[in-house]
């Protein structure tokens, strides 16, 4: 699926419906999405969108130097929300005592990882990706989505 954003709240409209769809699902896994662009394409503000979606009301913002937050969630088919920025990661090797892991099999969750590409290789099968590109017009975006 591809979607066309010409603004910042567009962006955030498009995590809150994705948002949704997610709660909908009553499975008990985790769902994993990744969330690939460069600065500035808008991953961080679908997450504010996302978020919105899920009945958050924190200030959302990308946890670039604690590398990951964690929300709770008030919905009994989806009990947590972690929002990993994987920017300064640099070796695989650094995510150990990030129990990251342990974190994507925690059941009812939901993980969104900005700059998914750094840790690829520990990412699970079944994550699902979305895609952010700037346009040739200023303030759009272009944002795929391939969730699994």
């Given at each position: 699926?591809?979607?066309?954003?010409d603004s910042?709240?567009?962006?955030?409209?498009?995590?809150?419906?994705?948002?949704?769809?997610?709660?909908?699902?009553?499975?008990?896994?985790?769902?994993?999405?990744?969330?690939r662009g460069?600065?500035?394409?808008?991953?961080?503000?679908?997450?504010?969108?996302?978020?919105?979606?899920?009945?958050?009301?924190?200030?959302?913002?990308?946890?670039?130097?604690?590398?990951?937050?964690?929300?709770?969630?008030?919905?009994?088919?989806?009990?947590?929300?972690?929002?990993?920025?994987?920017?300064?990661?640099?070796?695989?090797?650094?995510?150990?005592?990030?129990?990251?892991?342990?974190?994507f099999s925690?059941?009812?969750?939901?993980?969104?990882?900005?700059?998914?590409?750094?840790?690829?290789?520990?990412?699970?099968?079944?994550?699902?990706?979305?895609?952010?590109?700037?346009?040739?017009?200023?303030?759009?975006?272009?944002?795929?989505?391939?969730?699994?």
């Open positions: 699926m591809r979607f066309v954003s910042p709240a567009k962006t955030k409209q498009l995590g809150m419906l994705l948002a949704k769809e997610i709660l909908k699902d009553r499975g008990g896994d985790s769902a994993i999405i990744a969330l460069n600065l500035g394409a808008g991953k961080t503000t679908f997450i504010q969108g996302f978020a919105r979606g899920l009945g958050l009301k924190n200030k959302i913002t990308s946890p670039t130097f604690i590398i990951f937050r964690h929300y709770r969630l008030r919905n009994r088919h989806r009990k947590h929300l972690f929002h990993v920025d994987a920017y300064r990661i640099k070796k695989i090797s650094e995510l150990g005592p990030l129990n990251l892991k342990e974190i925690i059941p009812k969750s939901i993980i969104l990882i900005e700059w998914p590409e750094k840790i690829k290789g520990a990412l699970p099968q079944k994550t699902g990706w979305l895609e952010f590109r700037h346009s040739r017009k200023e303030n759009e975006r272009i944002i795929s989505i391939n969730v699994k």
